[in-house]
């Protein structure tokens, strides 16, 4: 089975700009969570999406969406960058009923 | 309030020796454990996990321990080898009520184990 795929894996914007990033789950998987990694916060979680539907969500102000596509892929979206957006964001995808998720090699974004 | 905790910001083993990487929580109602390792600018791998209903699993050279009562995890690595150098992060799950998580793992900050030919 292929893994979870992110695109784009580099991106530079600047502030005030928005930015679309897309993750496809391992096929099968319709559960899809995001993250984000800073040296500072570590690995937080952002929210979490199935069968189309967001389940759960961290604390992130609502610059920071996401959706889900009926075929499980999904995109977040961040509006108004600003300069603590930098981080390496992760998408992860698990099976219904499991708790081990699955990590994409993540897209890293720099705000200029 | 960070609800798991990896004290230990780095280890420093000798090949052929064993790692062991701690972690700790605090809230009660997690039920599920995991153990990531990810290397700089890709994501984390997941290596190995325990059910709250255990106090041991093994994968190959992987022992996670489980506990509960102390509310703390170790991962020992035996034997260790140059290729397990990275950072490990500890994670948990089931932090809401009937021990669902929809979707959310909760983090330590990780620690770099690096382990010395």
């Known amino acids: 089975k292929a893994g979870v795929t992110q695109t784009p894996r580099y991106l530079i914007k600047t502030r005030g700009q928005q930015v679309t990033l897309s993750c496809s789950p391992i096929?099968?998987?319709?559960?899809v969570s995001w993250y984000q990694q800073t040296p500072g916060q570590g690995l937080q979680f952002l929210f979490e999406?199935?069968?189309?539907?967001?389940?759960n969500k961290g604390n992130f102000p609502g610059r920071f969406s996401g959706r889900q596509f009926s075929n499980s892929r999904s995109e977040m979206n961040v509006s108004t960058l600003e300069l603590g957006d930098s981080a390496l964001y992760l998408c992860?995808?698990?099976?219904?009923?499991?708790?081990?998720?699955?990590f994409g090699p993540g897209t890293r974004l720099l705000v200029l | 309030d960070q609800q798991v905790k990896q004290n230990s910001p780095s280890l420093s083993v000798q090949e052929g020796r064993i790692s062991i990487l701690n972690c700790d929580y605090t809230?009660?109602?997690?039920?599920?454990f995991l153990w990531y390792k990810k290397y700089p600018a890709e994501g984390p791998t997941f290596l190995i996990s325990?059910?709250?209903?255990?106090d041991k699993n093994e994968d190959g050279r992987f022992t996670v321990f489980l506990n509960k009562s102390a509310k703390h995890l170790s991962l020992h690595i035996v034997p260790s080898q140059p290729g397990d150098s990275a950072v490990y992060f500890c994670?948990?799950?089931?932090?809401?009520?009937?021990?669902?998580?929809?979707?959310?793992?909760?983090f330590g900050q990780g620690t770099i184990l690096t382990v010395h030919p």
């Open positions: 096929s099968g998987h319709r559960s």
């Open positions: 325990i059910s709250s209903i255990k």
């Open positions: 809230n009660s109602m997690f039920d599920y």
């Open positions: 999406y199935f069968s189309e539907t967001q389940r």
């Open positions: 992860a995808s698990s099976s219904q009923g499991q708790e081990t998720q699955y």
């Open positions: 994670a948990a799950s089931g932090e809401n009520a009937g021990g669902t998580s929809y979707g959310k793992l909760t």
